[in-house]
């Protein structure tokens, strides 16, 4: 019998493309869809004459709030305080200084996006690029006015509970799903206990409890900052969440991953830092997405406690008696800058999918 070997490799074949599907028989393909599609295109055209006619040829572009009396949008509104909405009461005369440290969150997340850039480097940019940036609201040195922390507001807030939370978040969270995971009962029961009960409460009372309980069980003369109070709840809060993500990518992974790192007589930390870690993360983008949106809308609850952040803002702007208080044009403006930062990420986390970076393709 005469047998054949390949001995040569094959290139690999590019998967084959979905088909494209009929954009007519999408819309009206059945009675369900030519229903639905008639509705929403009655709705555009009874809404769209309406929208255009109250935000561009009524709107008032200029003035002051004594001429917002119309029916037309008052965008003079958001001309006059669109600075004290982003950056809040911070003093006026300083507000280069959140503007710097936007410019340098912006320039870090830009510089951290292509994979080529996941260094340890990266990591000490993000360190003291934080530190840099909070120094430069903080002020008290350098001849920089001292701002405190009470007196910051808007955008910059927002975005200092969003990354820190997350970033001092994520470790935790690593270290609390591996605890989970553990074989050592100690440390499992530990870990659910804390996990189970942070999940267990609202972000809300987490707030309170740090914000209201916590500076009367402290000694006398001691107190601790507010915000820093609130970014305390913020990551332990997105640590049990992201910790419960990540738990569910570990339990995905089979378990002949680690007998091969075993295998090959790797210590504990390089088969998780290696193998187990990078295929468990792989496999929870999408849940992890979720949450980091999640968390983003989150730091509009720190209202709550006493902190303006770029919600918060919006609304003391409404209260100003010279306006008439255009909430439609003014929360349309937030959620704007919400729904760009959340989009943003979406799309980012959709492109690390698409390249496949950890060997996975979805």
């Not at 979905?18 to 055209?45: W, Y």
């Not at 419960?244 to 075993?262: F, T």
């Not at 709550?304 to 100003?320: K, N, P, Q, T, W």
Request: net charge positive.
């Amino acid at each position: 019998m005469t047998g054949f070997v390949q001995t040569q490799s094959i290139d690999a074949r590019t998967a084959p493309l979905a088909a494209r599907r009929n954009l007519f028989r999408v819309l009206f393909g059945d009675v369900l869809s030519t229903v639905s599609t008639l509705a929403i295109l009655f709705a555009v055209i009874a809404l769209a004459p309406k929208l255009v006619s109250w935000g561009l040829f009524n709107g008032i572009w200029a003035d002051e709030g004594s001429q917002c009396s119309g029916a037309g949008a008052c965008w003079a509104f958001l001309r006059a305080k669109y600075p004290f909405i982003l950056f809040g009461i911070y003093p006026p005369g300083q507000y280069w200084r959140p503007i710097g440290l936007i410019v340098i969150f912006i320039g870090l997340t830009l510089y951290s996006l292509p994979p080529k850039n996941w260094k340890t480097s990266t990591l000490w940019a993000w360190v003291i690029g934080t530190v840099v940036a909070l120094a430069l609201m903080a002020g008290g040195v350098l001849g920089l006015e001292a701002v405190p922390t009470d007196t910051w507001g808007g955008l910059p807030v927002t975005l200092i509970l969003t990354v820190l939370s997350l970033g001092l978040g994520f470790p935790l969270a690593i270290a609390l799903a591996l605890g989970r995971q553990s074989d050592l009962k100690t440390v499992k029961y530990i870990c659910v206990a804390v996990i189970e009960g942070i999940r267990g409460l609202p972000l809300l009372s987490l707030l309170f409890i740090v914000s209201i309980l916590l500076p009367l069980m402290l000694p006398d003369g001691l107190k601790i900052d507010k915000l820093l109070r609130a970014l305390v709840a913020m990551t332990v809060f997105s640590a049990a969440y992201l910790a419960e993500v990540l738990r569910g990518g570990l339990q995905g992974l089979h378990n002949g991953q680690g007998e091969a790192a075993d295998a090959l007589s790797l210590s504990w930390w390089s088969k998780t830092r290696l193998i187990i870690l990078p295929q468990a993360i792989s496999k929870v983008i999408p849940p992890l997405t979720n949450t980091v949106v999640v968390m983003v809308k989150n730091t509009s609850l720190v209202l709550i406690v006493g902190l303006y952040d770029l919600l918060s803002a919006g609304r003391a702007a409404l209260a100003d008696p010279a306006w008439p208080a255009p909430f439609a044009e003014t929360y349309g403006f937030i959620a704007l800058i919400y729904f760009i930062i959340c989009f943003s990420i979406t799309r980012y986390t959709h492109w690390i999918e698409r390249q496949n970076l950890f060997g996975v393709n979805r």
